[in-house]
């Protein structure tokens, strides 16, 4: 599968955006699909998965209450809807994929579970 993201841009602080994870291919719901962000100087983090038929969610506490994952398998596409943007949610925004079977509970969080990764979304947030 092919991932393109898209949505970033400029905001002031208490602002909205919407990101995009458009994934090529008959079976991406076949697929778990998360956020991952990376500041400057920083590794990159883990902010929200959604499991295969969108019934479970997983956030990162740092965004919890104000970014929501969501899915359109119909559309091939994750939305990362982020509410009350915070300067420290300045970061490029990647999108990952995985349908391996996973053998713990917390994998969704580990970078290297997934193996399909789109190219990255600037997200700014101003003060």
């Known amino acids: 599968v092919q991932l393109q993201a898209s949505g970033g841009g400029l905001v002031q602080a208490g602002g909205s955006l919407r990101l995009s994870c458009a994934a090529s291919?008959?079976?991406?719901?076949?697929?778990?699909v998360a956020w991952f962000r990376e500041a400057p100087g920083k590794e990159r983090e883990f902010v929200a998965m959604i499991s295969r038929s969108g019934d479970n969610t997983y956030r990162a506490d740092a965004v919890k209450g104000r970014f929501t994952i969501s899915r359109d398998n119909a559309k091939n596409t994750v939305y990362l809807q982020m509410n009350n943007l915070k300067p420290e949610d300045t970061a490029v925004y990647y999108c990952?994929?995985?349908?391996?079977?996973?053998?713990?509970?917390?994998?969704?969080?580990?970078?290297?579970?997934?193996?399909?990764w789109g190219q990255g979304t600037q997200v700014t947030v101003s003060s």
């Open positions: 990952a994929a995985d349908n391996n079977v996973k053998t713990y509970s917390t994998w969704y969080r580990n970078i290297r579970e997934y193996g399909y």
């Open positions: 291919g008959r079976t991406f719901s076949s697929y778990g």
